[in-house]
């Protein structure tokens, strides 16, 4: 079972860099913020690398 990670949107930059990295997982919204819309679409390795690289921390799992 995949762990749910989500984005604070209210913190977010929608710098992309979550985006670029992990475009199974995370897009833009329709306010161009960041959002995870498929928790089981990658490698919790790779969405991690996403969460570790996040300039403002926004990412996280829940």
């Known amino acids: 079972m995949a762990r749910n990670v989500y984005v604070e949107k209210d913190v977010c930059i929608s710098c992309?860099?979550?985006?670029?990295?992990?475009?199974?997982?995370f897009r833009f919204d329709d306010d161009n913020?960041?959002?995870a819309y498929?928790?089981?679409?990658?490698?919790?390795?790779?969405?991690q690398e996403a969460i570790?690289?996040?300039?403002?921390?926004?990412?996280h799992w829940g």
């Open 16 to 25: 992309g860099l979550c985006v670029e990295t992990v475009p199974e997982v």
């Open 33 to 35: 913020l960041a959002e």
């Open 38 to 47: 498929d928790p089981a679409g990658a490698a919790e390795e790779k969405i």
């Open 52 to 59: 570790d690289a996040c300039p403002v921390s926004c990412i």
